[in-house]
C-alpha cells in the first residue's frame, strides 16, 4: 500500500513541478519592422526547454530550440539549434536570439542580442510578449467591443496624424474614456481641452481612463497628442466620446509627437 502512495505522490508533484507555457510578441530592431515570436516551452523545476519560432508566416519562419530560466517574474533563454526553417539562406547567416525579460504588468519586456554560430553578434533589440491564451483571451474582448460598436453605432471612426473629426453635442455635459483595448504596450497620451491640459503624458492600459468636461456654447476644441509610440510602431489608443443619448466610438493612430483635433459642437 505504502509503495502505491509513494507511487502516486511522485506522479502528483511531477505534474505540479513541469508545466507548458505558449508566449507570442515581437523583436524589435531600430530602423526595422517588428519580428514576430513565439515560444513554447515546459518548465521543470525553473528550467526551460522548448522551442521557438521567428518570423511565424513569412518567408524565413524558422524553428529553433531553447532552454533557459523562468520565475513568475523574469524570463531567460537562448535559441542554440534550428529545428526546421522556410529560408533558403545558409545556416551560418542565421541569427540565435538570447534575451532577457521582466514581468511588467500583464506583459513581458526586455532585451534580445543575437548571435551568428561563430559568436559574432547580428542583431539588437527589445523584446515584448504576453501569453498566447490571455492575449487570445484580450483579442476576443476587444472584438466583441468592435462588434458592438458596429451594432449601436454601425462605424469606428479611425483617425490619424493630424486629422480634424467635428461631432454634433447635444448636452453640455462631456466624458471621455481612453484606454489601450489590445496589447498594452506603454503608449501615452496627453489631452488638451479648450487650451487647458485634462491628461498629461498618461501611460494608456486596457483599463479605461476618464476624462469629464463641461462644455461652453459653440464649437470645444479637443486635441489629442501622441507623447511616443510605445514598444508597437504608431500609438494606437481607443476612444469613445459619452454624450446624453449616444457614443462616439474612436481609434487614434498617432506617430510621436503628432496629434488629431476633435471639435466637438454644442
Same mark, same amino acid.
Given at each position: ?29 531600430? /530602423? ?16 526551460? #526547454? ?103 453605432? #454601425? ?38 481641452? /479648450? ?10 492600459? /486596457? ?27 504608431? /500609438? ?31
Amino acid at each position: 500500500m505504502m509503495k502505491y502512495f509513494f507511487l502516486f505522490f511522485l506522479f502528483t508533484f511531477q505534474i505540479q513541478a513541469q508545466s507548458q507555457y505558449d508566449f507570442v510578441g515581437f523583436l524589435f530592431i531600430e /530602423n526595422t519592422r517588428p519580428i514576430s515570436y513565439r515560444m513554447i516551452f515546459d518548465v521543470e523545476n525553473g528550467s526551460i #526547454n522548448g522551442y521557438s519560432i521567428t518570423g511565424i508566416g513569412t518567408s524565413f519562419e524558422t524553428k529553433s530550440e531553447i532552454n533557459g530560466k523562468y520565475s513568475k517574474k523574469s524570463i531567460e533563454l537562448k535559441e542554440y539549434q534550428i529545428i526546421s526553417t522556410l529560408s533558403e539562406e545558409p545556416i551560418s547567416s542565421f541569427c540565435f536570439i538570447d534575451l532577457t525579460a521582466e514581468k511588467e504588468g500583464k506583459n513581458y519586456q526586455g532585451k534580445f542580442t543575437g548571435y551568428y554560430l561563430d559568436s559574432t553578434i547580428c542583431a539588437q533589440g527589445k523584446i515584448v510578449f504576453s501569453e498566447k491564451a490571455k492575449l487570445e483571451k484580450q483579442i476576443k474582448k476587444t472584438q466583441k467591443i468592435y462588434d458592438f460598436v458596429k451594432r449601436k453605432e #454601425n462605424e469606428l471612426t479611425i483617425l490619424r496624424s493630424g486629422d480634424i473629426h467635428t461631432i454634433s453635442w447635444s448636452d453640455q455635459k462631456f466624458k471621455m474614456q481612453l484606454w489601450d483595448s489590445a496589447l498594452e504596450d506603454n503608449d501615452r497620451m496627453t489631452v488638451v481641452i /479648450n487650451g487647458v491640459v485634462q491628461m498629461k503624458n498618461e501611460p494608456m492600459f /486596457n483599463k479605461k481612463k476618464s476624462i469629464s468636461y463641461i462644455l461652453k456654447e459653440g464649437e470645444n476644441t479637443i486635441q489629442i497628442i501622441a507623447e511616443n509610440e510605445g514598444d508597437v510602431a504608431n /500609438n494606437t489608443t481607443r476612444i469613445e466620446l459619452i454624450d446624453k443619448s449616444k457614443k462616439h466610438a474612436i481609434l487614434s493612430e498617432l506617430q510621436e509627437g503628432k496629434s488629431l483635433i476633435l471639435k466637438i459642437v454644442l
